[in-house]
């Protein structure tokens, strides 16, 4: 049996009240808490929010949250009945201006990030809290983690971010500099507006049965001037400013305990974050784990939640569970056309054994281990035209790819731009495409960068050979027909491929996607790059990035790309 109470309030520091709903033991013995806060509506439930991910979720894994009825699930976050009974109180509350909660909605704001820290606060003080808290969701509710944990609350235990960007704007607003519009045109208006505080229109809440954004019932108007407009806002912002930063985690001040959980096919939005996080925050307690599939798929598999009981236990109830000797990196090994993976335990990411290999571009779209010696050559295509694929001979042993990758271009340009979509691919001997369910998109390939031309200056503190980190903050635009050098830092990989597969690198000036499939009962699209498209015309006039771009390969511009080569499989630690 469980205790549920709705709708507590909890004060902000400025008068504020938000509202949370609260699960836990029904005794008196005080237990940890673990705690979410964002904008999707605790009182909205996955299954009427969310259909056909709930359909397909409830389809593909019947036996998922065995022991729970499922009947207080919401998206993205921990199931109270699960948790509940573990020994844990689980809260959820809706974050300014979100649901039941009134005030100005600005999602990921430093005012949501303090609302936050005290709501920590708060659950710390509870008489049936043990005083340890901890955090557990995806996606927002991982994003949150990280801005949360630099403001360092004292009650603040342990977390676990599952799939959660860090850097405003590298990992979400603007990649490589190009703005990431598609998906904010489509999650703002979808998943947040449409619980706002005070919209007339939203769902009802069939626990307190009653609307789930509130009693108040405001005018279009009103909602309008309650909230920020965040597509104007990244429209607004094209350097990584200040507005970046305060809504981007600082490093150097996570030092509270994780379990960083990365998607490996999770472009555009998941999993740079939780990469950066492992090898970047300050704090000595932390672990990655790498993941397939949808991302809230692994989170309530039997496997996952194992994975975060384990940890939740050992920090937030001292329990002597083993987590100690878990290696610091859980790697789950993908192979092609199939969703089965091989764990296998490492001490460090990237892996200290990597063969760090380049593999050089040829104008005849071939990708060797051989650098041109003889002459320059190019090859160019239109940038809103068809992209080119350079491809490698078939492998000659089975070959593992982990890590981060990065490719250096010298690209020159018709206009005084150019934007750079790399896409890594692999192929099979018959010619079938080696891609994954992801994230969002179920036929994900295995890697993506970007890059804007004129945003090619690095930070040399930062960069590294396999990752390299622009500054972002100013613009550099290209002299029609002049050679430049970039860095195009790509987002990281797992795969084992068979000898026989051929490797590629697809190079475009728009999105990677491929044909639509005719599949109207899924609720993703299998084009490849999901929701993360990167098209609005004030972005892109296509005056400047409709032009041709070159490629230039040769002795004195060896175009290349840095793949993250694994020679030993099996000399890891388990």
Same mark, same amino acid.
């Given at each position: 049996m469980m205790i549920i109470?709705?709708?507590? =309030?909890?004060?902000?520091?400025?008068?504020?009240?938000?509202?949370?709903?609260?699960?836990? &033991?029904?005794?008196?013995?005080p237990v940890p808490v673990i705690m979410t806060l964002g904008p999707y509506g605790k009182g909205v439930p996955f299954q009427q929010a969310y259909p056909k991910q709930w359909e397909w979720l409830d389809r593909t894994h019947p036996e998922l949250l065995a022991g729970s009825t499922r009947s207080y699930l919401t998206w993205e976050t921990a199931d109270p009945e699960i948790w509940v009974a573990w020994g844990y109180a689980v809260i959820r509350v809706d974050s300014r201006g979100a649901g039941r909660?009134?005030?100005?909605?600005?999602?990921?704001? =430093?005012?949501?990030i303090r609302d936050y820290y005290e709501a920590i606060e708060w659950a710390g003080t509870q008489p049936w809290s043990t005083g340890k808290v901890g955090l557990n969701g995806i996606s927002y509710y991982a994003i949150t983690q990280w801005l949360v944990a630099c403001l360092q609350p004292p009650h603040l235990t342990a977390m676990v971010p599952w799939e959660g960007a860090g850097d405003a704007y590298r990992d979400k607003a603007r990649h490589g500099g190009i703005l990431s519009?598609? *998906?904010?045109?489509? !999650?703002? &208006?979808?998943?947040?507006?449409?619980?706002?505080?005070?919209? =007339?229109?939203?769902?009802?809440? &069939?626990?307190?049965?009653?609307?789930?954004?509130?009693?108040?019932?405001?005018?279009?108007?009103?909602?309008?001037?309650?909230?920020?407009?965040l597509l104007e806002e990244a429209l607004a912002h094209p350097l990584d400013d200040e507005h970046y930063r305060?809504?981007?985690?600082? !490093?150097?001040?996570v030092t509270v305990p994780f379990l960083s959980a990365a998607s490996l096919a999770?472009?555009?939005?998941?999993?740079?974050?939780n990469f950066e996080a492992f090898t970047q925050a300050a704090a000595t307690g932390k672990w990655l784990e790498t993941h397939p599939g949808r991302h809230e798929e692994w989170f309530y598999l039997a496997e996952g939640?194992?994975?975060?009981?384990?940890?939740?236990?050992? *920090?937030?109830?001292?329990?002597?569970?083993? !987590?100690?000797?878990?290696? =610091?990196?859980?790697?789950r090994l993908r192979r092609p056309f199939t969703t089965d993976t091989e764990p296998r335990g490492e001490r460090e990411w990237p892996l200290a054994r990597t063969a760090w290999t380049n593999s050089y571009l040829s104008a005849d779209l071939a990708l060797g281990p051989a650098q041109a010696t003889d002459e320059a050559t190019e090859v160019s295509f239109d940038a809103l035209g068809e992209p080119v694929t350079f491809l490698t001979a078939p492998l000659d042993t089975e070959t593992e790819l982990t890590g981060p990758l990065a490719a250096t271009l010298f690209i020159s340009s018709t206009t005084s731009d150019a934007d750079l979509f790399l896409t890594l691919q692999a192929f099979a001997p018959d010619g079938r495409e080696v891609h994954f369910p992801g994230t969002i998109d179920p036929a994900t390939p295995l890697a993506q960068g970007w890059l804007r031309a004129s945003h090619r200056k690095l930070d040399t503190r930062k960069s590294l050979p396999y990752r390299p980190y622009h500054t972002h903050d100013e613009l550099q635009p290209l002299d029609p027909g002049e050679i430049y050098e970039v860095q195009v830092e790509i987002w990281p990989t797992c795969i084992i491929l068979p000898a026989g597969y051929r490797i590629a690198l697809q190079i475009s000036g728009h999105d990677f996607e491929r044909p639509t499939p005719d599949d109207p009962t899924s609720a993703w699209t299998a084009r490849g790059s999901g929701p993360f498209l990167h098209n609005h015309p004030a972005d892109r006039p296509p005056a400047i990035y409709g032009g041709r771009t070159t490629v230039h390969t040769g002795p004195d511009t060896p175009s290349r790309l840095l793949l993250p080569i694994i020679p030993n499989r099996h000399g890891a630690s388990e």
């Open positions: 109470e709705r709708d507590v =309030p909890i004060e902000m520091d400025d008068g504020i009240v938000l509202r949370a709903d609260v699960f836990r &033991p029904d005794d008196s013995t909660s009134p005030g100005y909605l600005d999602p990921q704001s =430093p005012r949501e519009n598609k *998906f904010q045109q489509a !999650w703002y &208006p979808r998943q947040v507006l449409s619980v706002q505080h005070g919209n =007339p229109e939203g769902p009802t809440d &069939p626990w307190l049965g009653e609307p789930a954004t509130g009693p108040e019932k405001l005018a279009e108007a009103e909602l309008v001037a309650n909230r920020v407009e305060t809504r981007s985690a600082d !490093w150097s001040r999770g472009y555009g939005l998941h999993p740079r974050g939640m194992e994975l975060q009981k384990r940890f939740l236990d050992h *920090f937030l109830k001292g329990e002597d569970n083993g !987590w100690d000797q878990q290696p =610091p990196v859980l790697l």
